[in-house]
Structure formats: structure tokens, C-alpha cells
């Protein structure tokens, strides 16, 4: 497709578990961005990608949060003995170019922890 | 750093009828301006945005803002409304050479018949 992909569009998850996040930015995007939507908070930024390697991860909110880029696309997300504070949206989006402001977005993964 | 503050949570407007979603920010250095719609289970759209040049923006879905340096604001209008513009709708800044946005806490915008 044309847009930023995300998946899977839903995760319900037990508190204490693990899960991954999959954002497919647009094909030849240099820059993916990780945000997180919930309410309360807004929109946070947690992560920057130029390439494949990460020069900002001040957003993270904690050690149980990590994300990796390869092959200057695909991104996962891990979230890492999740806690019911992380329910929210996460959003990834890209742009064609680093340094640059997200653009486009994708439609989020909403995780539920229960 | 910079900041936005989105000055309604909530409009109701009816369809046909103008619409104008209020924006400041606040910033030490010199900024991008944005706004992006979010319509229900969906991600953020882009709908315009103000890098440089001419103040008035215009974007997708008949949908204009107006950079104004002295008030600091970036206020965003239409100037008639259908019900699929129901959604809600972000302002974000940027500083030049920064790929961080800060966004506002958003405006709910409801078209009514």
C-alpha cells in the first residue's frame, strides 16, 4: 500500500507480558517516528529512526521499552513486562527525509492491558 | 522547546456553517507549523502545513490557516463544514532542523444537520 501499515490494529494483553509492534513505513522513507496517544497525556514522541539507527530515544518511558529498525524499514516496538499505564494508541509515521517532521502517519495499534 | 495550546476541546458547528479551531504556541526559535485531522479509529492525517513564505496555508479539504508571528498563533478555518469533517483535529510546532512535533491536546470538532 500507499500509507504507513501498522500492525496488528488491536493487542489485548494480560499485565506481565511482552508484545511487539510493527510499523512498514512508506517504501524509501529515510525517518520513522514512534508517538504515543493516550489520554490524559496526548501525543508523546517516544522515537526517532534515521536509517536503521535510533539518534533519539528520549521519549521512551522506561527500560522496558525498546524499538529497532532493519533494512532502513520495517520497526518493531517491544514493550517488555507491560504494565497497564502503556494501554494506549501507538502511532508510527515516516518521512522522506531525516531531520524532518512526521508527515505521514499510520492508523496506530491500540493496546489494551488487562 | 516548544509548546501549543489548543484553546477548545470541543466545537459543535452545524453543517454548513464556518469553522475556526484556535492555536498558540509558544517557541525560542523560529518554527514549523502544523495541523493534522484524526478521524475515528484512524491515524493522524496531515492537513496543512507552514514552513515559510506566505502566511495563509491552504489544505486538503478546503481547510486554511494563518501564521501570525506577533500572536503567535495558527489558527485553523473552514469556511463551510460537512458531517465528515466530524473528527478531531491537532495543531503541532517544530522547531527548524527538528523532527520533534509537540502537539496540542486537540479540538473535538462535531458537524450537526
Known amino acids: 500500500g500507499a500509507g504507513v501499515s501498522q500492525s496488528p490494529s488491536n493487542k489485548v494483553t494480560e499485565k506481565g507480558k511482552d508484545v511487539e509492534l510493527r510499523c512498514d513505513p512508506i517504501?524509501?522513507?529515510?525517518?520513522l517516528y514512534w508517538y504515543r496517544q493516550s489520554l490524559g497525556q496526548g501525543l508523546e514522541f517516544l522515537i526517532y529512526?534515521?536509517?536503521?539507527?535510533?539518534?533519539?530515544k528520549s521519549g521512551l518511558p522506561s527500560d522496558r521499552f525498546s524499538a529497532e529498525r532493519t533494512g532502513g524499514s520495517v520497526s518493531t516496538l517491544t514493550i517488555q513486562r507491560t504494565q497497564q499505564e502503556d494501554s494506549a494508541v501507538y502511532l508510527c509515521?515516516?518521512?522522506?527525509?531525516?531531520?524532518?517532521?512526521?508527515?505521514?502517519f499510520g492508523n496506530g495499534t491500540r493496546l489494551t492491558v488487562t | 522547546a516548544q509548546s501549543v495550546t489548543q484553546l477548545d476541546s470541543q466545537v459543535p458547528v452545524f453543517e454548513e456553517a464556518p469553522v475556526e479551531l484556535r492555536c498558540n504556541y509558544s517557541?525560542?526559535?523560529?518554527?514549523?507549523l502544523f495541523w493534522y485531522v484524526q478521524y475515528p479509529n484512524q491515524g493522524l492525517q496531515l492537513l496543512l502545513k507552514?514552513?515559510?513564505?506566505?502566511?495563509l496555508v491552504k489544505g486538503i479539504n478546503g481547510f486554511e490557516a494563518e501564521f501570525n508571528k506577533s500572536q503567535t498563533s495558527f489558527h485553523l478555518r473552514k469556511p463551510s463544514v460537512h458531517i465528515s469533517d466530524t473528527a478531531e483535529y491537532f495543531c503541532?510546532?517544530?522547531?527548524?532542523?527538528?523532527?520533534?512535533?509537540?502537539f496540542g491536546a486537540g479540538t473535538t470538532v462535531t458537524v450537526r444537520a
Open positions: 509515521a515516516s518521512s522522506p527525509r531525516q531531520g524532518e517532521a512526521p508527515l505521514h
Open positions: 517504501s524509501g522513507h529515510t525517518a
Open positions: 529512526f534515521q536509517g536503521n539507527s535510533a539518534p533519539d
Open positions: 517557541s525560542s526559535v523560529s518554527v514549523y
Open positions: 507552514y514552513l515559510s513564505g506566505s502566511t
Open positions: 503541532a510546532v517544530s522547531g527548524h532542523d527538528d523532527y520533534k512535533l509537540s
